[in-house]
């Protein structure tokens, strides 16, 4: 049984349509985005992850985040530990 994305909201369709053409939105809020978008557009996992290059087990990671937090879990998760310090 093919992982299908839960039916989309309007705002969410325009949302998703607006990041995932976007060029100025961080790479990874646009590739989640394009994921999420492709698979409501009635493409499989295994056929995103061949774009994305990405594993098939990562898209429905996203897929599944996607269904129970919405847009807003596009963000990155918080992260244990002290953050990366980069020198100049």
């Known amino acids: 049984m093919a992982l299908k994305v839960r039916p989309l909201t309007e705002h969410e369709a325009a949302a998703l349509a607006r990041l995932a053409h976007s060029r100025t939105a961080p790479h990874r809020v646009v590739q ?11 493409e499989t996992a295994p056929a995103i992850a061949r774009q994305a290059g990405l594993s098939a ?11 129970h937090h919405g847009l807003a879990g596009f963000t990155d998760a918080p992260r244990s530990g002290r953050p990366r310090q980069h020198d100049e």
Do not use: C, E, K
């Open 57 to 67: 087990f990562r898209v429905r990671a996203w897929l599944h985040r996607f269904h």
């Open 32 to 42: 989640r985005a394009q994921i999420i978008w492709a698979n409501a557009q009635g």
